[in-house]
């Protein structure tokens, strides 16, 4: 009698947790989403420590939303009393993409215990990868604004290759804010997956990958321009580019520095293919390994 009961009560607990694990994963998206949205449309002014590699850097960061558009000022903290801040333009909060369909087959999303980041209670959210080919994502989320407040980029070998932090902020909801319904700012979302262009194809993609924009970049002081393909898998993006034969190195004039970062340099069809993305060095290789020239 008593290996039955036993035996029920495993049954029934296995039903629990086949039960929970969806619904854990849905309050887990609806936080990033309602994360992706705060960063752009909430008023916040604050000071955070953003760390890359072994570098540590200070950003003063002031966001504000005015006739239904966003403002944003960086500026880097120099170290010492007497030392002057920096403008910054390549770091923002609106480097975290909209939420896409495709993210949930590629990442388990899971919620984690809660932490007190900047004077303020948050949610872990974890976006584990399903595969080797991109990076484990870990943010904690403030439930009520939906503001991010701490966020993690964590590889294989469980190194944090990335990680941001406030410590101090304040946040006001803006009188004129941009509504949910709106289109996202350019900068923060990106367009539905497109048809591959003609000439250039991939003759497959890491899985949850998909080609989303195809750009031409006109070259400066006469130089040819540049192609630009952007691939997503619904959390991060690559950025392929492309550049034709003769043109010179494409490495100084991208000028990302970044300990997430990694830039993959070939040649494809005597053309220069540079790629770069928050993913793993393998990934980037295997897409420029099946990037064709199709005339």
């Excluded at 760390?51 to 850097?57: D, V």
């Excluded at 949910?180 to 003609?198: E, G, I, K």
């Excluded at 040649?267 to 993913?279: S, Y």
Aim: glycine fraction near 6%.
């Amino acid at each position: 009698m008593l290996t039955t009961k036993y035996t029920v009560s495993i049954a029934v607990l296995a039903g629990v947790l086949a039960w929970s694990t969806p619904s854990v994963a849905h309050e887990a998206g609806d936080l990033l989403a309602k994360m992706r949205t705060a960063v752009h449309t909430l008023d916040y002014t604050g000071t955070l420590v953003y760390s890359q590699g072994n570098e540590l850097s200070n950003y003063q960061i002031s966001h504000k939303v005015e006739n239904g558009a966003e403002k944003e000022s960086v500026v880097r903290l120099a170290q010492g009393a007497n030392a002057a801040g920096e403008n910054v333009e390549s770091f923002s909060l609106a480097k975290f993409q909209q939420v896409q369909p495709q993210m949930e087959e590629v990442y388990a999303l899971d919620l984690g215990g809660q932490e007190f980041v900047a004077n303020r209670n948050c949610q872990i959210v974890v976006a584990r990868p399903r595969d080797k080919m991109r990076y484990l994502q870990r943010y904690c989320i403030e439930p009520d604004t939906g503001m991010l407040l701490k966020y993690s980029l964590v590889d294989r070998a469980h190194n944090a290759v990335e990680q941001l932090m406030f410590v101090n902020l304040e946040i006001a909801v803006p009188a004129q804010a941009v509504t949910p319904s709106a289109a996202p700012p350019a900068n923060s979302a990106l367009p539905a997956a497109q048809p591959p262009a003609t000439d250039w194809v991939f003759a497959s993609l890491p899985a949850g990958f998909q080609q989303v924009q195809d750009l031409r970049q006109e070259g400066a002081n006469g130089l040819p321009p540049i192609r630009q393909i952007i691939l997503s898998d619904g959390m991060t993006s690559v950025s392929v580019f492309i550049a034709p034969p003769g043109a010179p190195s494409m490495l100084d004039s991208i000028g990302i520095s970044s300990g997430a970062m990694n830039i993959y340099a070939t040649e494809v069809a005597q053309h220069q293919v540079t790629l770069v993305g928050e993913v793993p060095a393998l990934t980037l290789q295997r897409i420029s390994e099946n990037l064709q020239y199709a005339r």
